[in-house]
């Protein structure tokens, strides 16, 4: 969670630099406009749920869907940072519980439980 801060304030204004340099620019431009059409498609379907879409994006234990990259996805779509930090901190955590269940498998998860 330490590079969550970093990433949020930094990210965006990193891709927005370097839009207009020779080497990395069209790659640069390209993040950009990916990330924020992507945004407009979530915000325009999550709506309000924008916090609960975050949680669930970081919380679901697949690769390239963890907190830096919910961090990242929270910085292009300019939402609010102690939303943002407090629903990818609860993602992370809904991950590490949903690992902790499946590394015990079916028994060790129903004796967790009960």
């Not at 809904?94 to 079916?106: K, N, P, Y």
């Given at each position: 969670?330490?590079?969550?801060?970093?990433?949020?304030?930094?990210?965006?204004?990193?891709?927005?630099?370097g839009?207009?340099?020779?080497?990395?620019?069209?790659?640069?431009?390209?993040?950009?406009?990916?990330?924020?059409k992507g945004g407009k498609k979530l915000q325009a379907t999550a709506g309000k749920g924008l916090f609960v879409a975050l949680l669930l994006f970081v919380g679901i234990p697949l690769p390239g869907?963890?907190?830096?990259?919910g961090t990242l996805a929270a910085s292009i779509l300019d939402m609010n940072f102690k939303s943002s930090v407090l629903a990818v901190m609860l993602?992370?955590?809904?991950?590490?519980?949903?690992?902790?269940?499946?590394?015990?498998?079916?028994f060790g998860a129903l004796g967790a439980l009960f």
């Open positions: 969670m330490i590079p969550v801060p970093f990433i949020y304030f930094f990210a965006r204004k990193i891709l927005v630099w839009a207009d340099k020779p080497v990395v620019g069209n790659f640069f431009t390209w993040c950009l406009e990916k990330g924020e869907t963890g907190a830096w990259t993602g992370v955590i809904l991950a590490g519980i949903i690992m902790a269940l499946a590394s015990m498998g079916l």
